[in-house]
Structure formats: structure tokens, C-alpha cells
């Protein structure tokens, strides 16, 4: 399709207005280190309606705890419910999570894997969070 405006300056300028922000939660923790497709995901769900100056520092607090399928799945709900507690809804997500966890140790030898539907059949994860996972874990479009 030919655009009728030179996309590259129109994006340039997009760009450009966006710089003073902060990048949004995910992006700045995946900077940060927290890159694999189990931080993503963990942090998708710490951040479904809740702001991302809560989702920051509580992922943050969340992932100095345990980072991977392994560690989580072996603290309790209560637990993780208790880091993750600034977060809205935060029991229905510690169970969330906690499931992922094993479901990812289970099926998955506590690899996560870059795949759509996969990351969608775990509980609280819809489109949004796997298309998330999938750009900025798995370095798909």
C-alpha cells in the first residue's frame, strides 16, 4: 500500500513526542534483564489493570523472590500473593502464576515456550499478554 505521507518521518515524529515518557512496564523490566517468556508472562499478569508505577516495582519485588518456573512453583499461593499484593485482583493472579509455574515444569521441562496458543491456554492469558510475550521475550512480530 502507498501511503499518501512519508511513513518514516511520520514515525520519526512519533517517536520524537514520546521520548520524555517512561517506556511502558514490560520494556523497562525486559532492559532491566527480565526477558525470558516466564518473566513476561509473569509480569503481563502483575500488570492486567493495574498501573504500571505499581507493576514496576512489584514485579521487581516479585522476581528478586523467583525468577523462573522452578523457583515459583515451589512457593506457596499464599506467598505469592503476599509479593504481588499492590497488584489488583493479586490472589486470582498469585494462582495464576503459581499454575504456570507448574504447568511450565510439568509439560514444558520449565521452558516457556514462543508459542501462541501455548502461551494463551495458561490461565490469564489472552491476547494481549501472549502477543507481549511473543514481541518482546521471543523477538516476534
Not at 505499581?54 to 509479593?83: D, Q, Y
Not at 509455574?101 to 520449565?110: E, F, K, L, N, P
Request: net charge neutral; aromatic share 8%; with cysteine.
Amino acid at each position: 500500500m502507498k501511503w499518501p505521507f512519508d511513513i518514516d518521518i511520520v514515525m520519526g515524529r512519533v517517536h520524537e513526542a514520546v521520548r520524555p515518557f517512561p517506556k511502558a512496564a514490560l520494556f523497562e523490566l525486559a532492559d532491566e534483564g527480565h526477558r525470558t517468556p516466564f518473566e513476561q508472562l509473569v509480569a503481563c499478569i502483575i500488570s492486567i489493570r493495574t498501573l504500571d508505577e505499581v507493576t514496576l516495582p512489584t514485579a521487581r519485588r516479585f522476581f528478586a523472590r523467583a525468577r523462573t518456573p522452578h523457583g515459583v512453583s515451589r512457593i506457596p499461593a499464599e506467598e505469592i500473593a503476599a509479593l504481588i499484593r499492590p497488584s489488583t485482583f493479586y490472589e486470582t493472579k498469585a494462582r495464576q502464576i503459581r499454575e504456570i509455574a507448574h504447568r511450565s515444569v510439568a509439560d514444558y521441562d520449565g521452558i516457556v515456550p514462543c508459542i501462541d496458543n501455548v502461551l494463551r491456554s495458561f490461565p490469564g492469558i489472552g491476547p494481549k499478554c501472549a502477543n507481549l510475550v511473543l514481541a518482546i521475550a521471543c523477538d516476534q512480530p
